[in-house]
């Protein structure tokens, strides 16, 4: 079990002013916020440079997957933005990976952000894999790119919850797990397929949760959240 696991606010959302209110509101609860496409395509840099205003660690969720040399300047373009955590896909080969190590390691100052690897996205199942011609089942698959990424001196990866015991094992407790899919009702899944609750998932020793939903749509958000970081404790 890992006893310090984090709660990364996943905000999902196009409003500069909706996400900096709920972050604000919630500052004193979670441990960071994660913002990606969605929010990034519609707002850009100057979005990202509001929401440092609230001083909470940000995980920019762009999922770089690229050539390695586009990789290496996308990273590069990010470093005045100065994330907590950047992650880019273990599926686009070892070069790829280098370029993204090398850019951090030579355009951010300071405080580098952690370099996560993302595995297989959770909304995929068994069937989805094995009709992109994958040879392994999900776990499997999770499990070698986990390796792969480890091995091109990535600081963790992204994985479900039903991944990270194989790849705590594998990869040892250094290797930050960073766990999105959190439900709190198993029959609440939208549109991911391996989920578990945050009990769970810590349990099974995540570093970092993503939970965007059960709390970004909750009535009392701050209620949920608290409920949340209490259980976890």
Not at 73 to 92: D, E, Q, R
Not at 154 to 176: A, M, Y
Request: glycine residues 6%; contains cysteine.
């Amino acid at each position: 079990m890992n006893n310090t696991t984090k709660i990364y606010l996943g905000l999902d959302t196009t409003s500069v002013e909706y996400a900096y209110n709920l972050s604000n509101s919630l500052k004193n609860i979670i441990d960071g916020i994660k913002i990606g496409k969605e929010f990034f395509s519609s707002n850009g840099p100057d979005g990202v440079k509001k929401l440092n205003e609230t001083e909470i660690p940000i995980f920019l969720d762009l999922k770089f997957h690229d050539i390695p040399n586009t990789v290496y300047k996308a990273i590069k373009s990010l470093a005045g933005l100065k994330p907590k955590i950047l992650n880019i896909h273990v599926l686009g080969g070892e070069k790829m990976l280098k370029a993204a190590r090398e850019s951090i390691n030579e355009n951010f100052d300071g405080d580098k952000p952690l370099l996560i690897g993302v595995t297989l996205l959770t909304s995929l199942n068994e069937n989805d894999i094995a009709l992109m011609g994958f040879k392994y089942n999900i776990v499997e698959t999770v499990l070698k790119l986990s390796q792969i990424a480890k091995e091109n001196e990535l600081d963790g990866v992204v994985c479900s919850p039903l991944e990270i015991t194989k790849v705590r094992e594998e990869c040892g407790k250094n290797f930050t797990i960073i766990t999105p899919g959190i439900r709190l009702d198993s029959s609440q899944n939208d549109d991911q397929t391996r989920t578990l609750s945050p009990v769970e998932a810590k349990e099974r020793g995540s570093d970092i949760l993503v939970i965007g939903r059960p709390i970004t749509t909750a009535q009392d958000p701050v209620e949920i959240a608290k409920n949340i970081k209490n259980c976890l404790i």
